[in-house]
């Protein structure tokens, strides 16, 4: 049977964003691929947090991780009470679904529906670590086929030869997106900004772009504004990390200017996932900070002199008047009527 995974690139396969197996969690490391392609290996379930938290792996990957992760930690209390394997089960769930804080609402869905499958599994005598493995697969391969869907609203909104400019790392609706674009026959071209510090557009969505057989150009975080125009973009198009009800968008810091600056250009902006109903409104999301010393080098080479100092808000936040629709996997929605997402059959 063919996995959802099937013809996306290298690093979208299942077992290159985080896999359990053996008693540890391989995670590829995406700080520095392309350049290198390296795993973190963790072998206990703090170590995974350690490792979402310290952005070896982003986007969608995080989640997967947490899930591996819960398995790590079945792994490791196994032959102990069904008392104190709960109690690890839970702190483990704290850990890994806290280990960013803006993601963490989504986190904890994922993580509670881990114990509940280790739960099911202690009442059946079978093995808490495989039972947990096989719900995140399954979660995955969901995952992958609802993207595939909402692909196919997105994709619906491109030219049959148009632009696309993008930004961070979308994950899989990046490749999904490119999928269905080639089982439709049509010629696009990806323009990415880098997506300073971490360099994701310039490493990931290019690199997926890149192996998926497309034509991609990387540009500096600059220059959106005037490439928008001079390119021609026909699209612009992000995921999120979080959908508030209120169709705030909170994305990668620089989502915000592109989509001013394409409000301005008249070009669409298209935001891809799904709203998050624990967050009503934008005065529920936390904006993480992070250590402002990474904003003074780039890709480990020190860029500014001693005693400069550095400021490193990982998001932002784009208002709904500058959205043109919210892509789900149950259509487009209005930024100001995604209750109907809610509404509305698959």
Request: proline residues 4%; hydrophobic residues 40%; neutral net charge.
């Amino acid at each position: 049977m063919a996995r959802a995974d099937e013809n996306l690139a290298f690093m979208l396969q299942y077992e290159n964003v985080a896999w359990y197996e053996d008693g540890k969690v391989k995670i590829l490391d995406r700080r520095i691929y392309p350049v290198r392609t390296e795993y973190v290996t963790c072998k206990t379930y703090q170590e995974v947090a350690q490792a979402i938290t310290d952005m070896v792996t982003q986007s969608g990957g995080p989640y997967v991780a947490a899930g591996m992760g819960m398995a790590l930690a079945a792994h490791n209390i196994k032959g102990k009470s069904e008392k104190e394997i709960r109690d690890h089960l839970d702190k483990a769930a704290y850990a890994l679904s806290h280990a960013r804080p803006t993601t963490s609402a989504h986190m904890v869905v994922i993580v509670d529906s881990c114990k509940k499958a280790a739960h099911a599994a202690l009442k059946n005598g079978e093995a808490i670590d495989q039972a947990i493995f096989d719900h995140v697969l399954s979660i995955n391969e969901k995952r992958y086929s609802n993207i595939y869907t909402l692909a196919q609203y997105l994709v619906d909104k491109f030219p049959d030869e148009g632009t696309i400019m993008t930004q961070c790392f979308a994950e899989t609706i990046v490749g999904m997106m490119l999928k269905v674009a080639g089982e439709r026959g049509k010629k696009i071209k990806v323009i990415c900004p880098e997506t300073r510090p971490y360099f994701q557009g310039a490493r990931l969505t290019a690199s997926v772009v890149c192996d998926q057989g497309y034509d991609v150009t990387v540009i500096t975080d600059n220059m959106p504004g005037y490439v928008l125009e001079k390119k021609n973009v026909d699209v612009f198009t992000s995921a999120a990390d979080v959908i508030a009800m209120d169709g705030h968008v909170v994305n990668k810091i620089g989502t915000f200017q592109i989509a001013l600056a394409a409000w301005y250009r008249k070009i669409p902006y298209y935001c891809t996932g799904t709203p998050n109903v624990h967050h009503p409104t934008i005065d529920t999301v936390t904006i993480e900070e992070r250590d402002p010393d990474f904003v003074l080098q780039a890709m480990g080479q020190k860029t500014t002199m001693k005693g400069v100092k550095g400021y490193y808000p990982a998001f932002d936040i784009t208002p709904p008047q500058l959205v043109s629709g919210i892509v789900t996997t149950k259509g487009i929605f209005s930024p100001y009527d995604l209750n109907r997402h809610f509404k509305a059959e698959e």
